[in-house]
């Protein structure tokens, strides 16, 4: 289906979720410029875990983490860190975020998750056969480790929800799991296998090759940072911070978790907050991965990515302009090395970006409620890489004016 050709669409951030939406909606024959205040995809998609993580679905908000998170942020290696200078301006967000963990919600909201985790890996492995990396897409899963029954007791509840929704796994005992994974620590008991969880050689060359097709179809990427918008009865252009202003007829604004400052400007406020991450890149590690790896008593993953082991997770809750701790990244290391004792710590680099997060864990994937033809695609938390391939499809869709693959309804911006 192609777009009303005449029209100017405006994509506001080059990360993977702008970038693939860019894509799409310059595949459908529009007229279409990618804006970004850095070269793309220097974002959170930078660095990620590089994992299409399609188990990954659970809402966060539920008793199992309310029960843990005190202890997890009275620990200085816990997995989740709240900084006492900006705790007063999350109160919002955690209001809404307990409310979102409520018995009637919760499993509506682990739906809306499952819905799109079971397009993502198809729609994924669709685009990047058309960027031509179809061979950056691993082939194996992704191990679930535990150290204990006790461990493999607490991770029930994902493993229920898995068998919920129809999402296949494995159960290993030791010796099965060491003849997969010989690197991982004897420590190590008992692992799930998560086979459709697959791992991207590395998550900035996606966002590159999207940029790099959306141009060779015609797209135009426009470097400059928005800082405001005009509007008559719908959006009619938007203003750079160098004064410049740029004509749209519709605006999508995927900005990453910097999203919020934008839709204030359009008086449509949205609790989008940051849950800052780390990763630890490791180019000599000196030991070889077949599988990605997850630790869920520890909260963090191993990704055998290009160049090497890529390690990270945990939960900075601490805004948009505060430092990175660089002590949140030697945690993880310190888990891994637990994990795989022969990792060696040779040409290593550190990074820390900023996942866009809402309170409810779900995306939103909606036109505004307040300005026409401004729409929105944000929110997408520690799936962003994951739902990014599905979310330009449906984004696509909406904006065509089709009736998306699925109801959109439940994604809309002003659920909260
Ligand atoms: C440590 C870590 C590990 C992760 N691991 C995984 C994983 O394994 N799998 C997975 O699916 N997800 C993972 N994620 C989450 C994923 O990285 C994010 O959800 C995703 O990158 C968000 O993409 P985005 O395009 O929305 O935002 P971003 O990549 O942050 O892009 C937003 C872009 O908007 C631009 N921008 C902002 N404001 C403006 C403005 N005013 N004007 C112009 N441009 C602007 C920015 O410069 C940026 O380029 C992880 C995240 C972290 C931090």
Excluded at 155 to 176: K, S, T, W
Excluded at 233 to 255: E, P, W, Y
Excluded at 276 to 288: K, M
Aim: with cysteine; net charge neutral; glycine share 10%.
């Amino acid at each position: 289906m192609r777009q009303d050709q005449s029209k100017h669409y405006l994509v506001v951030g080059a990360g993977i979720v702008g970038s693939a939406i860019a894509y799409e909606l310059q595949k459908r024959g529009s007229q279409v410029t990618l804006t970004d205040a850095n070269e793309p995809g220097q974002g959170a998609s930078y660095g990620n875990l590089a994992s299409i993580a399609v188990t990954e679905f659970m809402p966060v908000s539920r008793p199992s983490i309310w029960r843990q998170t005190p202890g997890w942020m009275l620990r200085p290696d816990g997995p989740i860190q709240v900084s006492l200078g900006y705790a007063p301006r999350l109160i919002p967000w955690f209001a809404r975020f307990f409310w979102a963990g409520r018995p009637s919600k919760r499993r509506q909201l682990e739906a809306q998750g499952a819905i799109l985790c079971r397009r993502a890996l198809a729609d994924t492995e669709r685009l990047m056969a058309e960027l031509g990396l179809s061979a950056d897409l691993s082939r194996t899963g992704c191990l679930s480790l535990y150290a204990s029954e006790a461990e493999f007791a607490g991770d029930r509840e994902r493993l229920d929800m898995l068998d919920r929704h129809g999402f296949g796994y494995e159960v290993l005992d030791g010796n099965a799991l060491h003849d997969l994974e010989p690197e991982i620590a004897p420590v190590i008991q008992k692992a799930v296998l998560l086979p459709d969880n697959r791992t991207v050689r590395d998550p900035h060359t996606v966002v590159t090759r999207l940029t790099e097709a959306f141009v060779g179809q015609g797209g135009q990427i426009y470097r400059g940072k928005v800082t405001s918008f005009e509007r008559a009865d719908r959006i009619t252009s938007m203003t750079l911070a160098t004064g410049s202003s740029i004509k749209a007829d519709m605006v999508v604004l995927a900005a990453g978790a910097h999203t919020g400052q934008l839709s204030k400007q359009l008086g449509e406020s949205i609790p989008l907050e940051t849950e800052r991450g780390y990763h630890t890149q490791i180019n000599a590690p000196g030991i070889h991965l077949e599988h990605s790896i997850i630790w869920p008593a520890r909260a963090f993953m191993i990704s055998p990515t290009a160049g090497g082991i890529r390690i990270g997770g945990t939960v900075e809750m601490a805004g948009l302009d505060a430092p990175p701790d660089w002590r949140r990244s030697k945690i993880t290391v310190k888990w891994a090395r637990m994990a795989l004792p022969n990792l060696q710590l040779k040409e290593t680099s550190e990074w820390m970006g900023h996942r866009p997060a809402f309170p409810d864990t779900v995306p939103v994937m909606s036109a505004s409620a307040k300005v026409p033809g401004v729409f929105y695609a944000t929110g997408h938390g520690h799936l962003g890489l994951t739902y990014a391939a599905t979310t330009a499809k449906l984004m696509g869709q909406l904006i065509a004016g089709e009736k998306p693959d699925i109801d959109l309804y439940p994604y809309r911006v002003d659920r909260f």
